[in-house]
Nanobody, 123 residues
Framework: VQLQASGGGLVQAGESLRLSCTSP????????MGWFRQAPGKEREFVAA????????LTADSVKGRFTISRAYASNTMYLQMDSLKSEDTAVYYC?????????????????WGQGTLVTVSS
């Protein structure tokens, strides 16, 4: 199963970006999905997750109120709308899918991972 993350780039603090994650062949249509990130020199951390229908949203406290996760079932695409970006949001962002229908905050529950997309926020 392949997941493809895209949409990263270089922005200034306070600006917005939208990340996308697709699964060719609709392989994870009935799975939950989530976003994780890994900043330089730090461990990978949970950002947000969603269930197979686009509900049951989970969001990390560090991004709550600024990041919004969503999912379009028809296109099997997951999004992460990132607003009011801060320099501490700089990281490689990964999309992932577990084997079950809901998302999770636990990285160990995810079976499939995308290649990551780099987000750099300059202050």
């Amino acid at each position: 199963v392949q997941l493809q993350a895209s949409g990263g780039g270089l922005v200034q603090a306070g600006e917005s970006l939208r990340l996308s994650c697709t699964s060719p062949g609709r392989a994870v249509t009935n799975n939950g999905m989530g976003w994780f990130r890994q900043a330089p020199g730090k461990e990978r951390e949970f950002v947000a997750a969603v269930d197979w229908k686009g509900g049951s949203l989970l969001t990390a406290d560090s991004v709550k109120g600024r990041f919004t996760i969503s999912r379009a079932y028809a296109s099997n695409t997951m999004y992460l709308q990132m607003d009011s970006l801060k320099s501490e949001d700089t990281a490689v962002y990964y999309c992932a899918a577990p084997l079950f229908a809901v998302g999770s905050r636990n990285e160990g529950n995810y079976r499939y991972w995308g290649q990551g997309t780099l987000v750099t926020v300059s202050s």
